[in-house]
């Protein structure tokens, strides 16, 4: 089945930018989505990106997918306070089904 | 407003007892998914239902049952059978491809 596969933790300084990375093995995804999850809560859709692109911006928000190397990543521009959060990569696969990453603990420091 | 309702938020029960999780969603989505998140990890999927009176099981479906009479609900029962059943459960619906919108979460401890 699908791996994918995300690093556990990332510190970043408040108005940096922070990169979330995220690898995979089955190249069969039609949506790759980007999701936020804050402590105790549910899931968040932050954004998506269709396989057949390169690149989708939305707002502090960039998505890159490098279909090759099966990789994607997370940009947040001006990275604050409230984007500390864990973050999942997912894969859309048959059935309507997704296959999620572990999750990248992102911690903004002032 | 739209969206997805899971209660309890924190619901504790004794070992051996079976314990019934809601799952109510007025988004008119057909399809709907219950994972489970462990401390640290990410989502595995337990059910998912694609259609009222029809469901699958997912990835880790032992002990555990579902039920999809109505298009709005998909309650999830842990049996006594289940070895772990303390976690974080999640609720999701979705309505095309595989864009998934999820609930508050109900967190279950078993003693």
């Not at chain 1, 790759?32 to 804050?38: A, H, P, R, V």
């Not at chain 1, 890159?64 to 500390?84: E, F, M, V, Y």
């Not at chain 2, 979705?94 to 998934?100: G, R, T």
């Amino acid at each position: 089945g699908e791996d994918v596969e995300q690093s556990l933790f990332l510190s970043v300084r408040e108005g940096d930018s922070s990169v979330i990375n995220c690898t995979y093995t089955d190249s069969s995804s039609t949506y790759l989505y980007w999701y936020k999850q804050e402590p105790g809560a549910g899931l968040q859709l932050l954004t998506y990106i269709f396989s057949n692109m390169d690149m989708k911006q939305d707002q502090r928000l960039t998505v890159l997918l490098n279909k090759k190397d099966k990789h994607l990543s997370l940009r947040i521009a001006d990275t604050q306070t409230g984007d500390s959060a864990i973050y999942f990569c997912a894969l859309g696969a048959a059935g309507n089904k997704l296959t999620f990453g572990g999750g990248t603990r992102v911690l903004v420091k002032p | 407003d739209g969206g997805i309702t899971q209660s309890p938020k924190y619901l504790f029960r004794k070992e051996g007892q079976n314990v019934t999780l809601s799952c109510e969603q007025n988004l008119n989505h057909d399809a709907m998914y219950w994972y489970r998140q462990d401390p640290g990890q990410g989502l595995r999927l337990i059910y998912y239902s694609q259609i009222v009176n029809d469901f699958q099981k997912g990835d880790i479906a032992e002990g555990y049952s579902v039920s999809r009479e109505k298009k709005e609900s998909f309650p999830l029962t842990v049996t006594s059978a289940q070895k772990n059943p303390t976690a974080f459960y999640l609720c999701a619906s979705s309505i095309v491809s595989n864009e998934q919108y999820f609930g508050p979460g109900t967190r279950l401890t078993v003693t």
